[in-house]
Protein backbone atom coordinates (compact mmCIF):
# COMPACT_ATOMS: atom_id res chain seq x y z
CA UNK A 1 0.00 0.00 0.00
CA UNK A 2 1.32 3.16 -0.79
CA UNK A 3 1.36 5.96 1.89
CA UNK A 4 -1.62 8.69 1.60
CA UNK A 5 -0.58 11.84 0.09
CA UNK A 6 -1.81 15.45 0.34
CA UNK A 7 -1.08 18.62 -1.24
CA UNK A 8 -0.71 21.75 1.05
CA UNK A 9 -1.67 25.10 -0.60
CA UNK A 10 -0.21 28.31 0.80
CA UNK A 11 0.23 31.59 0.48
CA UNK A 12 3.10 33.40 2.26
CA UNK A 13 0.62 36.35 2.78
CA UNK A 14 -2.01 34.89 4.37
CA UNK A 15 -2.43 35.18 7.93
CA UNK A 16 -4.88 31.86 8.21
CA UNK A 17 -1.79 29.92 6.49
CA UNK A 18 0.23 30.70 9.45
CA UNK A 19 -1.36 29.12 11.41
CA UNK A 20 -1.40 25.75 8.94
CA UNK A 21 2.08 26.15 8.53
CA UNK A 22 2.59 25.84 11.92
CA UNK A 23 1.36 22.70 12.80
CA UNK A 24 0.71 21.03 9.87
CA UNK A 25 4.21 19.04 9.85
CA UNK A 26 3.66 17.53 13.71
CA UNK A 27 -0.25 16.67 12.64
CA UNK A 28 1.00 15.11 9.31
CA UNK A 29 3.52 12.96 10.79
CA UNK A 30 0.98 11.74 13.16
CA UNK A 31 -1.83 10.73 10.92
CA UNK A 32 1.33 9.06 8.55
CA UNK A 33 0.12 11.45 4.88
CA UNK A 34 2.78 12.61 3.02
CA UNK A 35 2.45 16.17 2.61
CA UNK A 36 3.72 17.96 -0.66
CA UNK A 37 4.21 21.36 -0.21
CA UNK A 38 2.68 23.88 -2.70
CA UNK A 39 3.18 27.81 -2.19
CA UNK A 40 1.38 29.79 -4.87
CA UNK A 41 -0.26 33.14 -5.05
CA UNK A 42 -3.72 34.20 -4.61
CA UNK A 43 -3.31 37.83 -6.73
CA UNK A 44 -3.98 35.83 -9.98
CA UNK A 45 -6.96 34.25 -8.42
CA UNK A 46 -8.31 36.99 -6.48
CA UNK A 47 -7.80 39.14 -9.79
CA UNK A 48 -9.76 36.56 -11.85
CA UNK A 49 -12.86 37.27 -9.75
CA UNK A 50 -12.48 40.77 -9.94
CA UNK A 51 -10.95 41.82 -6.76
CA UNK A 52 -7.61 43.60 -6.99
CA UNK A 53 -6.58 43.33 -3.22
CA UNK A 54 -7.42 40.60 -0.24
CA UNK A 55 -10.86 40.54 0.20
CA UNK A 56 -9.60 41.48 3.52
CA UNK A 57 -8.53 45.01 2.55
CA UNK A 58 -12.25 45.16 0.06
CA UNK A 59 -14.68 44.08 3.04
CA UNK A 60 -13.95 45.79 5.83
CA UNK A 61 -16.05 43.15 8.33
CA UNK A 62 -14.73 40.71 6.94
CA UNK A 63 -10.93 42.10 7.70
CA UNK A 64 -11.48 43.37 11.21
CA UNK A 65 -13.23 39.45 12.03
CA UNK A 66 -9.95 38.50 10.49
CA UNK A 67 -7.44 40.42 12.61
CA UNK A 68 -9.28 39.20 16.04
CA UNK A 69 -10.60 35.68 14.84
CA UNK A 70 -6.32 35.45 14.23
CA UNK A 71 -5.28 37.07 17.72
CA UNK A 72 -7.69 34.43 19.64
CA UNK A 73 -6.37 31.18 17.40
CA UNK A 74 -2.89 32.21 17.76
CA UNK A 75 -3.36 32.94 21.50
CA UNK A 76 -4.79 29.59 21.96
CA UNK A 77 -2.11 27.70 20.72
CA UNK A 78 0.70 29.63 21.82
CA UNK A 79 1.84 31.27 18.63
CA UNK A 80 2.90 35.29 18.64
CA UNK A 81 0.85 37.20 16.15
CA UNK A 82 1.58 40.79 15.35
CA UNK A 83 -1.24 42.73 13.44
CA UNK A 84 -0.19 44.76 10.36
CA UNK A 85 -0.83 47.94 8.27
CA UNK A 86 0.86 46.53 5.35
CA UNK A 87 -1.42 43.65 4.50
CA UNK A 88 -1.40 42.11 2.47
CA UNK A 89 2.72 41.42 2.01
CA UNK A 90 4.42 41.05 -1.46
CA UNK A 91 5.00 37.62 -1.47
CA UNK A 92 6.43 36.44 -4.90
CA UNK A 93 10.14 36.43 -3.30
CA UNK A 94 9.26 34.25 -0.39
CA UNK A 95 7.30 31.92 -2.89
CA UNK A 96 10.17 31.81 -5.49
CA UNK A 97 12.36 31.32 -3.15
CA UNK A 98 9.98 28.59 -0.95
CA UNK A 99 10.32 26.49 -4.21
CA UNK A 100 13.63 25.66 -4.39
CA UNK A 101 14.40 25.77 -0.24
CA UNK A 102 11.51 22.67 -0.63
CA UNK A 103 13.47 20.60 -2.14
CA UNK A 104 15.64 20.14 0.62
CA UNK A 105 14.77 18.29 3.91
CA UNK A 106 15.29 22.06 5.96
CA UNK A 107 12.36 24.08 3.60
CA UNK A 108 9.50 23.65 5.58
CA UNK A 109 11.52 25.34 8.53
CA UNK A 110 12.29 28.38 5.93
CA UNK A 111 8.60 28.42 4.95
CA UNK A 112 7.80 28.56 8.69
CA UNK A 113 10.54 31.40 9.42
CA UNK A 114 8.89 33.12 6.81
CA UNK A 115 5.63 33.09 8.66
CA UNK A 116 7.45 33.98 11.67
CA UNK A 117 9.24 36.94 10.54
CA UNK A 118 5.90 38.61 9.13
CA UNK A 119 3.41 37.54 11.57
CA UNK A 120 5.67 36.93 14.73
CA UNK A 121 8.02 39.97 14.30
CA UNK A 122 5.95 42.13 12.28
CA UNK A 123 8.55 42.01 9.40
CA UNK A 124 8.35 42.92 6.04
CA UNK A 125 8.96 39.11 3.42
CA UNK A 126 9.74 41.42 0.29
CA UNK A 127 12.66 42.44 1.64
CA UNK A 128 15.48 40.35 0.42
CA UNK A 129 17.47 40.21 3.28
CA UNK A 130 14.25 38.98 5.76
CA UNK A 131 14.42 35.87 3.37
CA UNK A 132 17.96 35.82 3.35
CA UNK A 133 17.78 35.25 7.27
CA UNK A 134 14.69 32.64 6.80
CA UNK A 135 17.76 30.56 4.61
CA UNK A 136 20.36 31.05 7.18
CA UNK A 137 17.99 30.67 9.97
CA UNK A 138 17.03 27.21 8.41
CA UNK A 139 20.60 26.55 7.35
CA UNK A 140 19.93 26.95 3.08
CA UNK A 141 22.11 28.17 0.76
CA UNK A 142 22.08 32.00 0.69
CA UNK A 143 22.25 31.67 -3.07
CA UNK A 144 18.86 30.54 -3.15
CA UNK A 145 17.60 33.91 -3.46
CA UNK A 146 19.18 34.46 -6.41
CA UNK A 147 18.33 30.95 -8.49
CA UNK A 148 14.56 31.83 -7.11
CA UNK A 149 15.04 34.55 -10.20
CA UNK A 150 15.82 32.07 -12.77
CA UNK A 151 12.87 31.69 -15.70
CA UNK A 152 12.23 28.25 -15.04
CA UNK A 153 11.27 29.35 -11.33
CA UNK A 154 9.34 31.75 -11.87
CA UNK A 155 7.08 30.08 -14.73
CA UNK A 156 7.00 27.33 -12.07
CA UNK A 157 5.04 29.59 -9.52
CA UNK A 158 2.74 30.82 -12.21
CA UNK A 159 2.02 27.16 -13.77
CA UNK A 160 1.22 26.38 -9.57
CA UNK A 161 -0.97 29.34 -9.66
CA UNK A 162 -2.62 28.11 -12.65
CA UNK A 163 -3.06 24.80 -11.20
CA UNK A 164 -4.71 25.50 -8.27
CA UNK A 165 -7.09 27.89 -9.79
CA UNK A 166 -7.95 25.19 -12.19
CA UNK A 167 -9.00 22.61 -9.25
CA UNK A 168 -11.13 25.50 -7.76
CA UNK A 169 -8.33 27.18 -5.46
CA UNK A 170 -10.50 30.33 -4.02
CA UNK A 171 -8.51 31.01 -1.01
CA UNK A 172 -5.91 29.63 1.53
CA UNK A 173 -4.98 27.51 3.51
CA UNK A 174 -6.25 24.70 1.05
CA UNK A 175 -5.30 21.00 1.15
CA UNK A 176 -6.11 18.72 -1.50
CA UNK A 177 -6.53 15.07 -1.87
CA UNK A 178 -7.06 13.99 -5.17
CA UNK A 179 -10.01 15.85 -6.72
CA UNK A 180 -11.64 16.89 -3.31
CA UNK A 181 -10.54 20.07 -1.94
CA UNK A 182 -10.40 21.56 1.36
CA UNK A 183 -9.97 25.35 2.14
CA UNK A 184 -9.12 27.11 5.58
CA UNK A 185 -6.88 25.67 8.64
CA UNK A 186 -10.26 24.43 10.21
CA UNK A 187 -10.53 22.04 7.62
CA UNK A 188 -6.64 20.56 8.15
CA UNK A 189 -7.47 17.75 10.60
CA UNK A 190 -10.88 16.49 8.57
CA UNK A 191 -8.47 16.76 5.00
CA UNK A 192 -5.95 14.58 7.05
CA UNK A 193 -8.56 11.88 7.56
CA UNK A 194 -9.81 12.26 4.10
CA UNK A 195 -6.50 11.46 2.92
CA UNK A 196 -6.13 8.40 5.34
CA UNK A 197 -9.49 7.03 4.44
CA UNK A 198 -9.00 6.88 0.72
CA UNK A 199 -5.61 6.18 0.92
CA UNK A 200 -4.98 3.77 -2.35
CA UNK B 1 -23.18 32.98 39.07
CA UNK B 2 -25.32 33.49 36.28
CA UNK B 3 -25.40 30.62 33.50
CA UNK B 4 -23.15 31.54 30.52
CA UNK B 5 -24.48 33.03 27.37
CA UNK B 6 -24.45 33.21 23.71
CA UNK B 7 -26.31 34.45 20.89
CA UNK B 8 -26.90 32.35 17.80
CA UNK B 9 -27.21 34.61 14.76
CA UNK B 10 -28.72 32.27 11.53
CA UNK B 11 -29.92 32.64 8.56
CA UNK B 12 -32.91 30.50 6.71
CA UNK B 13 -31.51 30.59 2.68
CA UNK B 14 -27.75 29.60 4.68
CA UNK B 15 -26.67 26.14 4.03
CA UNK B 16 -24.08 26.07 6.74
CA UNK B 17 -26.63 27.60 9.15
CA UNK B 18 -28.55 24.33 8.63
CA UNK B 19 -25.18 22.49 10.20
CA UNK B 20 -25.54 24.35 13.46
CA UNK B 21 -28.91 24.75 13.69
CA UNK B 22 -29.23 20.80 13.38
CA UNK B 23 -26.48 20.26 16.42
CA UNK B 24 -26.20 23.29 18.51
CA UNK B 25 -29.48 22.41 21.13
CA UNK B 26 -27.81 19.14 22.23
CA UNK B 27 -23.89 20.77 22.05
CA UNK B 28 -25.23 23.95 24.33
CA UNK B 29 -27.07 21.71 26.71
CA UNK B 30 -23.71 19.65 27.01
CA UNK B 31 -21.86 22.66 27.69
CA UNK B 32 -24.31 24.26 29.98
CA UNK B 33 -25.08 27.63 27.84
CA UNK B 34 -28.23 29.13 27.47
CA UNK B 35 -28.46 30.41 23.83
CA UNK B 36 -30.76 33.09 22.08
CA UNK B 37 -31.73 32.33 18.88
CA UNK B 38 -31.59 35.28 16.36
CA UNK B 39 -32.80 34.70 12.94
CA UNK B 40 -31.55 37.67 10.83
CA UNK B 41 -31.43 38.51 6.88
CA UNK B 42 -27.88 38.86 4.97
CA UNK B 43 -29.59 40.35 1.81
CA UNK B 44 -29.14 43.65 3.48
CA UNK B 45 -26.01 42.96 4.60
CA UNK B 46 -25.03 41.49 1.09
CA UNK B 47 -25.99 44.61 -0.38
CA UNK B 48 -24.59 46.65 1.97
CA UNK B 49 -20.96 45.47 0.15
CA UNK B 50 -21.81 45.61 -2.64
CA UNK B 51 -23.49 42.12 -3.27
CA UNK B 52 -27.06 41.48 -4.71
CA UNK B 53 -26.89 37.80 -4.09
CA UNK B 54 -25.18 35.06 -2.33
CA UNK B 55 -21.72 35.44 -2.64
CA UNK B 56 -21.67 31.41 -3.59
CA UNK B 57 -23.92 32.85 -6.37
CA UNK B 58 -21.19 35.63 -7.25
CA UNK B 59 -17.91 33.89 -6.93
CA UNK B 60 -18.30 30.58 -8.62
CA UNK B 61 -15.23 28.40 -7.11
CA UNK B 62 -17.04 29.93 -3.81
CA UNK B 63 -20.25 28.33 -4.82
CA UNK B 64 -19.11 25.18 -6.23
CA UNK B 65 -16.65 24.37 -3.07
CA UNK B 66 -19.81 25.08 -0.97
CA UNK B 67 -21.68 22.46 -2.41
CA UNK B 68 -19.27 19.70 -2.34
CA UNK B 69 -18.40 20.94 1.10
CA UNK B 70 -21.96 20.98 2.58
CA UNK B 71 -21.92 17.32 0.88
CA UNK B 72 -19.02 15.70 3.04
CA UNK B 73 -20.27 17.39 6.16
CA UNK B 74 -23.85 16.31 6.33
CA UNK B 75 -22.58 12.95 4.80
CA UNK B 76 -20.28 12.90 8.06
CA UNK B 77 -22.88 13.62 10.33
CA UNK B 78 -25.81 11.43 8.80
CA UNK B 79 -27.95 14.42 7.56
CA UNK B 80 -29.65 14.22 4.79
CA UNK B 81 -28.47 17.13 1.79
CA UNK B 82 -30.08 17.71 -1.60
CA UNK B 83 -28.12 20.27 -3.93
CA UNK B 84 -30.31 23.15 -5.10
CA UNK B 85 -30.74 25.22 -8.10
CA UNK B 86 -32.60 27.79 -6.38
CA UNK B 87 -30.22 29.52 -4.00
CA UNK B 88 -30.47 31.57 -2.03
CA UNK B 89 -33.99 31.16 -1.24
CA UNK B 90 -36.09 34.24 -0.01
CA UNK B 91 -35.78 33.41 3.77
CA UNK B 92 -38.43 36.52 5.01
CA UNK B 93 -41.33 34.46 5.83
CA UNK B 94 -39.92 31.99 7.25
CA UNK B 95 -37.52 34.47 10.05
CA UNK B 96 -40.18 36.28 10.70
CA UNK B 97 -42.20 33.59 11.74
CA UNK B 98 -39.54 32.21 13.48
CA UNK B 99 -39.34 34.92 15.63
CA UNK B 100 -42.68 34.47 17.11
CA UNK B 101 -42.17 30.63 16.76
CA UNK B 102 -39.13 30.91 19.62
CA UNK B 103 -41.12 32.45 21.97
CA UNK B 104 -42.38 29.06 22.50
CA UNK B 105 -40.19 25.75 23.54
CA UNK B 106 -40.91 24.69 20.51
CA UNK B 107 -39.91 27.44 18.42
CA UNK B 108 -36.02 25.55 17.77
CA UNK B 109 -37.98 22.60 16.31
CA UNK B 110 -39.74 25.02 13.99
CA UNK B 111 -36.40 26.16 12.87
CA UNK B 112 -34.64 22.67 12.16
CA UNK B 113 -38.33 21.45 10.17
CA UNK B 114 -37.68 24.51 8.09
CA UNK B 115 -33.59 23.87 7.01
CA UNK B 116 -35.40 20.32 7.17
CA UNK B 117 -37.72 20.85 4.33
CA UNK B 118 -35.50 22.97 2.73
CA UNK B 119 -32.20 21.27 2.36
CA UNK B 120 -33.35 17.72 3.03
CA UNK B 121 -36.47 17.79 1.02
CA UNK B 122 -35.23 20.40 -1.70
CA UNK B 123 -38.87 22.33 -0.73
CA UNK B 124 -39.40 25.82 -1.39
CA UNK B 125 -39.41 27.86 2.18
CA UNK B 126 -41.10 31.10 0.74
CA UNK B 127 -44.16 29.36 0.03
CA UNK B 128 -46.68 29.84 2.86
CA UNK B 129 -47.64 25.82 2.94
CA UNK B 130 -44.40 24.49 3.91
CA UNK B 131 -44.17 26.99 6.41
CA UNK B 132 -47.51 26.10 7.56
CA UNK B 133 -46.32 22.52 7.75
CA UNK B 134 -43.02 23.25 10.09
CA UNK B 135 -45.19 24.96 12.63
CA UNK B 136 -47.90 22.13 12.77
CA UNK B 137 -44.68 19.48 12.82
CA UNK B 138 -43.66 22.01 15.97
CA UNK B 139 -46.81 21.54 17.46
CA UNK B 140 -47.71 25.29 17.20
CA UNK B 141 -50.57 27.35 16.35
CA UNK B 142 -50.72 28.26 12.45
CA UNK B 143 -51.74 31.39 12.60
CA UNK B 144 -48.11 32.57 13.04
CA UNK B 145 -47.86 32.88 10.07
CA UNK B 146 -50.03 35.83 10.02
CA UNK B 147 -49.11 37.50 13.33
CA UNK B 148 -45.95 37.23 11.75
CA UNK B 149 -47.15 40.05 9.35
CA UNK B 150 -47.33 42.55 12.14
CA UNK B 151 -45.80 45.61 11.24
CA UNK B 152 -43.87 45.22 14.74
CA UNK B 153 -42.54 42.04 13.91
CA UNK B 154 -41.50 43.29 10.33
CA UNK B 155 -39.63 46.34 12.52
CA UNK B 156 -38.20 43.08 15.32
CA UNK B 157 -35.92 41.25 11.72
CA UNK B 158 -35.20 44.69 10.40
CA UNK B 159 -33.64 45.76 14.28
CA UNK B 160 -32.42 41.98 14.53
CA UNK B 161 -30.26 42.75 11.04
CA UNK B 162 -29.32 46.12 11.85
CA UNK B 163 -27.79 45.02 14.66
CA UNK B 164 -25.87 41.96 13.50
CA UNK B 165 -24.15 44.47 10.74
CA UNK B 166 -23.72 46.94 13.77
CA UNK B 167 -21.73 43.87 15.23
CA UNK B 168 -19.79 43.34 12.31
CA UNK B 169 -21.54 40.39 11.47
CA UNK B 170 -21.23 39.04 7.44
CA UNK B 171 -21.93 35.72 6.92
CA UNK B 172 -23.93 32.70 8.87
CA UNK B 173 -24.38 30.97 10.53
CA UNK B 174 -22.47 33.42 13.51
CA UNK B 175 -22.49 33.29 17.41
CA UNK B 176 -21.98 36.79 19.62
CA UNK B 177 -20.61 36.16 23.42
CA UNK B 178 -20.71 39.96 24.41
CA UNK B 179 -18.71 41.46 21.93
CA UNK B 180 -16.94 38.30 20.86
CA UNK B 181 -18.03 37.21 17.00
CA UNK B 182 -17.22 33.62 15.76
CA UNK B 183 -18.33 32.94 12.29
CA UNK B 184 -19.14 29.47 10.81
CA UNK B 185 -20.44 25.90 11.88
CA UNK B 186 -16.76 25.09 12.50
CA UNK B 187 -16.70 27.49 15.34
CA UNK B 188 -19.29 26.51 16.84
CA UNK B 189 -17.37 24.42 19.86
CA UNK B 190 -14.81 27.30 19.80
CA UNK B 191 -17.71 29.98 20.35
CA UNK B 192 -19.68 27.64 23.25
CA UNK B 193 -15.99 26.71 25.16
CA UNK B 194 -15.84 31.17 25.24
CA UNK B 195 -18.90 31.36 26.89
CA UNK B 196 -17.99 28.82 29.73
CA UNK B 197 -14.95 30.48 30.26
CA UNK B 198 -15.74 33.93 30.16
CA UNK B 199 -19.28 33.82 31.81
CA UNK B 200 -19.60 36.55 34.74
Redesign the interface.
Known sequence: MTRPQMDFWFEFASTYSYLSVMRLPARAAEAGITVRWRPFLLGPIFAA?GWDTSPFKI?A??G??MW??ME?RCAARGLTFKRSNTMPQHSVLAARTAQLALEHPQGIAFCQNVYLMQFAEGLNIADRSVIAACLDAAKLPPDLIDQAQADANKHRLRDTTEEA?RR???GAPSFTVED?????D??LD?ALDWAQRHAA
Chains 1, 2 share one sequence.
Open positions: QYAKNYRDRMGIFELFWGDQT
